[in-house]
């Protein structure tokens, strides 16, 4: 279970950089939205920037934080499943967070 929680926290930190890029793409197309005047889509291509940013970054520091945790065995009462469980909620709470503002936006046009 160890080495399980191991690789599904480093395959975290080693996908934040594409979030990373991928977010630069976004705010690429979101300029040439805002450049041919078309307000909404720039804010729906705005707001997928900014989901894709904050999820990567969110992403880096949960799998750092896991990784270290688990690899370092710094809390050896809890059992590796709690924390995995624990460090994913608060990605999957971002994550859906941002993912109901799009939705928003969406609606709103």
Sequence with gaps: MERLAQIIFLIMIV?????????????????????????IKALQLQAQSHWRLVGALVDAAV???????????????????WIVIALMSISGAVHFYFIRRLDSIRKGA
Excluded: H, N, W
């Design 15 to 39: 996908l934040a950089p594409l979030g990373l890029l991928t977010s630069l793409i976004f705010r690429q197309r979101a300029k040439k939205a805002t450049a041919e005047d078309d307000k």
């Design 63 to 81: 799998g750092t934080t896991g990784y270290l945790v688990v690899s370092r065995k710094m809390l050896p009462q809890i059992d590796i499943g």
